[in-house]
């Protein structure tokens, strides 16, 4: 039994990032929005070129993941 245990801490802990990059992912978002409303474009492009670099690597974990 405390290998299952073990198995499924390990299980969460691999979520983990995966939860912390969607997160990080609608945080850019929401602020290249709000950028945008602002009317500076500038930053609203920095942003969003930051949230496309986070939703790479949320695909890049995923496919990972699907792979094991």
């Known amino acids: 039994e405390p290998c299952g245990a073990r198995i499924i801490m390990f299980g969460l802990f691999r979520k983990n990032p995966l939860e912390k990059l969607n997160k990080a992912y609608q945080s850019k978002l929401q602020q290249a929005m709000e950028a945008q409303r ?20 949320i695909k890049a974990l995923e496919n990972t993941d699907s792979r094991e």
């Open 38 to 57: 602002s009317g500076n474009i500038q930053r609203f492009a920095e942003l969003s070129e930051e949230a496309d670099g986070i939703y790479q690597k």
